[in-house]
């Protein structure tokens, strides 16, 4: 219902309990270098770089399937003429 409520995708990873969308809002390391730390120390399947600017995202989404399933995907969301689209990092 809250997936739906916010306009999500009905294939988003967040219906299954296989993703969260993380921000440090205590400022104990930003959302940038959370990204960077996941990215090269953890297992994840897709990790996306939610907006913001080039230096720090507004959140990082990240996910989660299983060893051997993970994909290690790095994706940037964006919008274009007001649609979300997603490039790879």
């Given at each position: 219902?809250?997936?739906?409520?916010?306009?999500?995708?009905?294939?988003?990873?967040?219906?299954?309990?296989?993703?969260?969308?993380?921000?440090?809002?205590?400022?104990?390391m930003s959302n940038a270098d959370m990204y960077k730390y996941i990215k090269g120390n953890l297992d994840f399947d897709q990790m996306i770089?939610?907006?913001?600017?080039?230096?720090?995202?507004?959140?990082?989404?990240?996910?989660?399937?299983?060893?051997?399933?993970?994909?290690?995907?790095?994706?940037?969301?964006?919008?274009?003429?007001?649609?979300?689209?997603?490039?790879?990092?």
């Amino acid at each position: 219902e809250l997936n739906a409520a916010i306009g999500g995708s009905a294939k988003s990873q967040h219906c299954h309990g296989q993703a969260i969308d993380i921000d440090d809002t205590f400022k104990h390391m930003s959302n940038a270098d959370m990204y960077k730390y996941i990215k090269g120390n953890l297992d994840f399947d897709q990790m996306i770089w939610e907006f913001g600017t080039d230096e720090n995202p507004n959140w990082v989404h990240i996910s989660y399937v299983s060893p051997e399933e993970n994909r290690k995907r790095c994706l940037k969301a964006y919008k274009d003429n007001g649609k979300t689209k997603y490039m790879v990092i």
